[in-house]
């Protein structure tokens, strides 16, 4: 069982920077699909980014496309969200995922979630 633990979240104006970045321990990291999620006060879960377990593909949704970068490092056990031009609809909890399948766009294809780490743009 893996434990995924997100840090680096925090207030920020818009057009500034942030690196959330999520800690895995318990598994084996590099056999897993990471994804990113935000969920947004009143909102469902919303999908941001996902990468392979290879870190060969990425996936983003359209609405952080050129501005947010997902990667990871296997021998670090480490996923990253670089997020840059940010705005004030970016505000949410983001979430931190581990999915054993290669479904990447759906909350339901991840098996291990982190408890968040608000991030907070002011406009």
């Known amino acids: 069982q893996v434990q995924v633990v997100e840090s680096g979240g925090g207030l920020v104006q818009a057009g500034g920077s942030l690196r959330l970045s999520c800690a895995a321990s318990?598994?084996?990291?590099?056999?897993?699909?990471m994804g990113w999620f935000r969920q947004a006060p009143g909102k469902d879960r919303d999908f941001v980014a996902a990468?392979?377990?290879?870190?060969?593909?990425?996936y983003y949704a359209n609405s952080v496309k050129g501005r947010f970068t997902v990667s990871r490092d296997n021998a670090k056990n480490t996923l990253y969200l670089q997020m840059n031009s940010l705005k004030p609809e970016d505000t949410a909890v983001y979430y931190c995922?581990?999915?054993?399948?290669?479904?990447?766009?759906?909350?339901?294809?991840?098996?291990?979630w982190g408890q968040g780490t608000q991030v907070t743009v002011s406009s």
């Open positions: 995922a581990a999915a054993r399948s290669t479904s990447v766009y759906d909350t339901r294809g991840y098996d291990y």
């Open positions: 318990g598994g084996t990291f590099s056999r897993y699909t």
């Open positions: 990468i392979s377990w290879t870190g060969v593909n990425t």
